[in-house]
C-alpha cells in the first residue's frame, strides 16, 4: 500500500551512448548524466536521447557527493546530481537533493559555505537583469532584498540525475538578492519567465548528513595532475585546493593565474619585496573550535577618501575547513578579528548598519587595494585589485562591506584577542609579534602608566604655548593608524 509521500517508482533506462543504465528518481528530472561514458541524455516519455557528452567535472575538494542523504526541514533528501558553474571571479557547484515526498531543492555553495534553495513563486513580471544594480534595494514577493550580486554564469560540468541543465559553455545571467533575515533570493535567466529560488544558510553538520566522503577519499587532494613548472623561475608548483584560482610560486613569490586551468597557458606577475606571513601556510589552529588550515596570505592597503596621502596596511589569513568552508583572518595595527562572508544584507540607514538585530556603527569608509598574495585562493586575486569597503563596530562585534561592480560581500566576525590566535597556532614563543596597539591617542596608556600620560601632556602643552608663533605648528598625534578590513571576498568567491 503507498502513501502520498512515498518515493515514485525509479525509471531505469540504458544510455543511448553506451548501454550502461541511467536512473531517473524524480518525476521533475529531465537530463542526466551517464556514470560511464559521460554522455549527457534528455528524457521524453520513455525514450532517452543523447544530446553530447559533458566536460569532465573538477575536483570541488567537497566532503558532498552522489547518493549522500540529508534531512531539512524535517523531509529527508539524497544528493542524486551537481552542477558546476563559473564565472569570471570563481566557480560553484550546486547539488540537487531530492526529497522522499518527490520534491526537489539544491544545496549550493555560497563564498565557501553552504545555502539550501527551494523553488519559489516568482513575480508576473521580473526586470531584467541589467535592471539589478549593485547594492540597491529591491522588493520580491512583498520582501525587501540588496542586489548581492550580478554575473554571467557557464555551466562546465554536470553529474548525475538533473532537474534542469542550461546549454554548457553559454553564459547566462544570475542575479543574487539577500535580506537582513539571512534568506537568498537567485534568480536564473536561462529560461523565460526566469527560475526563482529562495534559501538560507545551512551548517553541513546540521543536515544529519550520512554517506559524505571520508578524509582520504575527500578532504585530501590527489596531487596528480595538479603540477606544473613556474612560467617565470621553473621551479615546481604544486597545487593543493582544487577550487584555487590562484596561486604562487614557493621560490621566486611569482603570482600566477589558475583560472583557464594548469593545461592552459599560465599568466604571472612578478611579486617584488615579498612579505612574510606572521602564521606560515599550511599552518593549522583551532580557533572558536574549529581547526582552521591557512591556506592564503594577502597583504592589502587602505586610502582615505578625502587625502590620497593617508594610507594604511593590513593582512588577511584566508583559513580553510572542509564543513566550514572559508573564513579570514584579519591581522591590522586595531588588533586580530575573525570573520566569514555572511550569507545575509544587513539593512544600512545613513552610518549604521542592522544585521541579526544589533545596530553596527560605521567606523571607517575608504578604497582597499591589494599589494602582495601567496599561497592559493578560491578567486582570481591579482595584486592592484581594488574594492570600495565599509567597516562597522557594535563593541567586539565586526561587519564590513566590500563592493565591485558586479558584487557586494558582506562579512561578520569578532574580535580575537592575539594571545589566544599565537597559542591556536602553536607560536607562543611568539606572542610578542601578535600583540597590537588600539588606534587611539592614548593607546600606549596600558604600557607607560598614567603618572608618564600626565607628564607627556604637560610637556605638550609646554611646546605647544612656545610655538604658538609658528605658523607650521602640527599635532603630534594621529586619530587613526589604521584601517583594517574586518575581511571580505576581496571581489572574489562564487556567487552561489
Not at 312 to 334: A, H, T
Amino acid at each position: 500500500m503507498t502513501t502520498a509521500n512515498a518515493p515514485q517508482r525509479r525509471y531505469t533506462a540504458p544510455c543511448p551512448g553506451c548501454g550502461a543504465p541511467v536512473d531517473f528518481r524524480s518525476a521533475q528530472s529531465t537530463h542526466a548524466v551517464c556514470g560511464y561514458c559521460q554522455s549527457t541524455v534528455v528524457r521524453q516519455g520513455d525514450v532517452l536521447s543523447r544530446l553530447g557528452k559533458m566536460g569532465e567535472l573538477f575536483d570541488d575538494h567537497s566532503p558532498l557527493q552522489l547518493f549522500a542523504t540529508g534531512q531539512f526541514q524535517k523531509k529527508t533528501f539524497t544528493l542524486i546530481g551537481r552542477l558546476q558553474y563559473k564565472t569570471s571571479d570563481g566557480t560553484w557547484t550546486e547539488w540537487n537533493a531530492f526529497f522522499d515526498d518527490g520534491s526537489t531543492g539544491w544545496l549550493a555553495e555560497d563564498n565557501g559555505a553552504y545555502v539550501f534553495t527551494l523553488s519559489t513563486a516568482a513575480p508576473r513580471e521580473l526586470p531584467t537583469a541589467e535592471r539589478f544594480a549593485i547594492g540597491n534595494q529591491v522588493t520580491i514577493n512583498s520582501k525587501s532584498y540588496s542586489v548581492a550580486s550580478n554575473v554571467k554564469a557557464t555551466l562546465i560540468s554536470a553529474q548525475g540525475e538533473l532537474p534542469k541543465l542550461p546549454p554548457i559553455g553559454e553564459p547566462f545571467d544570475v542575479v543574487e538578492l539577500r535580506n537582513v533575515m539571512g534568506e537568498v533570493l537567485s534568480i536564473d535567466y536561462t529560461a523565460q519567465p526566469p527560475v526563482v529560488s529562495q534559501g538560507m544558510a545551512v551548517m553541513l553538520e546540521d543536515l544529519a548528513l550520512k554517506g559524505l566522503k571520508d578524509e582520504k577519499g575527500g578532504s585530501v587532494k590527489e596531487e596528480k595532475g595538479r603540477h606544473f613548472n613556474c612560467p617565470h623561475c621553473g621551479s615546481p608548483v604544486t597545487v593543493a585546493l582544487a577550487t584555487s584560482k590562484s596561486i604562487t610560486c614557493g621560490s621566486c613569490n611569482t603570482l600566477i593565474d589558475l583560472s583557464q586551468g594548469v593545461g592552459k597557458e599560465l599568466q604571472a606577475a612578478i611579486q617584488d619585496e615579498p612579505i612574510q606571513p606572521l602564521i606560515p601556510l599550511g599552518s593549522i589552529g583551532k580557533l572558536q573550535g574549529v581547526s582552521w588550515q591557512v591556506v592564503g596570505f594577502q597583504h592589502r592597503m587602505g586610502q582615505e577618501p578625502d587625502d590620497p596621502d593617508e594610507q594604511f596596511g593590513w593582512s588577511e589569513y584566508l583559513l580553510y575547513n572542509q564543513k566550514r568552508g572559508f573564513s579570514f583572518l584579519v591581522d591590522s595595527e586595531e588588533g586580530w578579528s575573525l570573520v566569514r562572508p555572511a550569507t545575509g544584507a544587513p539593512t544600512v540607514k545613513g552610518k549604521t548598519a542592522v544585521y541579526q538585530n544589533q545596530n553596527y556603527t560605521l567606523k571607517y569608509s575608504y578604497q582597499a587595494e591589494t599589494e602582495y598574495v601567496c599561497g592559493e585562493f578560491y578567486w582570481l586575486v591579482q595584486r592592484g585589485q581594488k574594492t570600495q569597503n565599509q567597516d562597522f563596530a557594535n563593541g567586539k562585534n565586526l561587519l564590513s562591506l566590500e563592493q565591485t561592480k558586479s558584487e557586494a560581500v558582506w562579512s561578520a566576525g569578532g574580535i580575537v584577542a592575539s594571545d589566544v590566535v599565537a597559542k591556536a597556532f602553536n607560536l607562543d614563543a611568539k606572542s610578542d609579534l601578535f600583540k597590537r596597539e588600539d588606534a587611539s591617542p592614548l593607546s600606549t596608556a596600558s604600557r607607560v602608566g598614567v603618572i608618564t600620560i600626565i607628564a607627556l601632556i604637560v610637556l605638550a602643552i609646554v611646546l605647544i604655548a612656545m610655538l604658538s608663533n609658528c605658523s607650521n605648528t602640527s599635532s603630534s598625534y594621529s586619530s587613526r593608524t589604521s584601517g583594517g578590513s574586518y575581511g571580505g571576498s576581496s571581489g572574489g568567491g562564487g556567487h552561489k
